[in-house]
């Protein structure tokens, strides 16, 4: 089964950093698009930022020049680094990647979702 799994949410002060990472595992032959969705209380699911796999990157005008996008083609990861973190980052961080693996006896082009991970900036 392929699947998602992030890490490295909690609680920050404003004016602080995090790093997030997502970790891609199962039957996976590659990965195109890897990305990074946020949902605050109340609102709908937002775009945060993406990656290509040639590397080329897409960022929210709210978090640009504050948060990196990265990836790790080797290790099926990408990773997001928050920097100067405000109260209006806080959010539930997913990852989403499109994935070509396999499903029962054959190999697709799938769009996986992790499970969320839990950003809290407050004082």
């Known amino acids: 089964q392929v699947q998602l799994v992030e890490s490295g949410g909690g609680l920050v002060q404003p004016g602080g950093s995090l790093r997030l990472s997502c970790a891609a595992s199962?039957?996976?032959?590659?990965?195109?698009?890897m990305g990074w969705y946020r949902q605050a209380p109340g609102k709908e699911r937002e775009l945060v930022a993406s990656?290509?796999?040639?590397?080329?990157?897409k960022y929210a005008d709210s978090v640009k020049g504050r948060f990196t996008i990265s990836r790790d083609n080797a290790k099926n990861m990408t990773y997001l680094q928050m920097n100067s973190l405000k109260p209006e980052d806080t959010a539930v961080y997913y990852c989403?990647?499109?994935?070509?693996?396999?499903?029962?006896?054959?190999?697709?082009?799938?769009?996986?979702w992790g499970q969320g991970t839990l950003v809290t900036v407050s004082s």
């Open positions: 990656i290509f796999s040639g590397s080329s990157t």
């Open positions: 199962g039957s996976i032959f590659s990965i195109h698009a």
């Open positions: 989403n990647a499109d994935i070509y693996g396999r499903v029962a006896e054959t190999y697709r082009w799938l769009g996986v």
